[in-house]
């Protein structure tokens, strides 16, 4: 079992800035991918970013110069940096991961959501 525990979330103004963070846990072998996604309300969960083991990144065009995503992978976290975010950006914000378990299946795992509320 793999656990995914986001933190971070709450409000922040037009401009301002706000860090999530996530950490996997369990019975990992390996992490390869990680990344954020956010569903706002009535629309699709979308990708925010993601990163592989090596720190390749990838964005969604809104939120490229504005979000960066890093990674710690001695400590299996995730982060998002969000700066300059705008009140598109509302959402709950999901982190998920990919690799595998100890007994070398795959897995794919999403944590439970935090929201993010950008509002002045």
């Known amino acids: 079992q793999v656990q995914l525990v986001e933190s971070g979330g709450g409000l922040v103004q037009p401009g301002g800035s706000l860090r999530l963070s996530c950490v996997a846990s369990g019975s990992i072998f390996k992490i390869n991918s990680m990344g954020w996604y956010r569903q706002a309300p009535g629309k699709q969960r979308e990708l925010v970013g993601s990163i592989t083991s090596g720190g390749m990144t990838n964005y969604a065009d809104s939120v490229k110069g504005r979000f960066t995503i890093s990674r710690d992978n001695a400590k299996n976290t995730v982060h998002l940096q969000m700066s300059s975010p705008k009140p598109e950006d509302t959402a709950v914000y999901y982190c998920?991961?990919?690799?595998?378990?100890?007994?070398?299946?795959?897995?794919?795992?999403w944590g439970q959501g935090t929201q993010v509320t950008v509002s002045s």
């Open positions: 998920n991961a990919d690799g595998l378990l100890s007994d070398f299946r795959r897995w794919n795992g």
